[in-house]
Nanobody, 123 residues
Framework: QVQLVESGGGLVQAGGSLRLSCLAS??????MAWFRQAPGKERVFVAG????????AYSDSVKGRFSISKINAKNALYLQMNNLTPEDTAVYYC??????????????????WGQGTQVTISS
């Protein structure tokens, strides 16, 4: 069984930065990703990274501002978020797949979800 535990969310002002962390335990995971879900909206892909960290993908809304990384030796996934705006306010979820090897995945392709961490950006 796989467990994903996120941390690092919080409240920051627009223009600020946050770094989210996700610690994984259990069975091996291939592609890992971050999704987010704003109130009243669907859960959407933010960034993804392949198992060996050789390939990454970002949604257009965060490209150039967010950076996904991982340290396999620590079973850790990170999301560095810079130049945050109120539109980035959402619950952020760590996600993992058993089978997919590409960095961009959909929520239907996720096998494992973390519990989510709230990110709130004030204007």
């Amino acid at each position: 069984q796989v467990q994903l535990v996120e941390s690092g969310g919080g409240l920051v002002q627009a223009g600020g930065s946050l770094r989210l962390s996700c610690l994984a335990s259990g069975q091996p995971i291939r592609t890992m990703a971050w999704f987010r879900q704003a109130p009243g909206k669907e859960r959407v892909f933010v960034a993804g990274i392949t198992k060996a960290a050789t390939n990454t993908a970002y949604s257009d809304s965060v490209k150039g501002r967010f950076s996904i990384s991982k340290i396999n030796a620590k079973n850790a996934l990170y999301l560095q978020m810079n130049n945050l705006t109120p539109e980035d306010t959402a619950v952020y979820y760590c996600a993992g797949t058993r089978d997919f090897t590409v960095p961009r995945i959909t929520s239907r392709e996720v096998d494992y979800w973390g519990q989510g961490t709230q990110v709130t950006i004030s204007s």
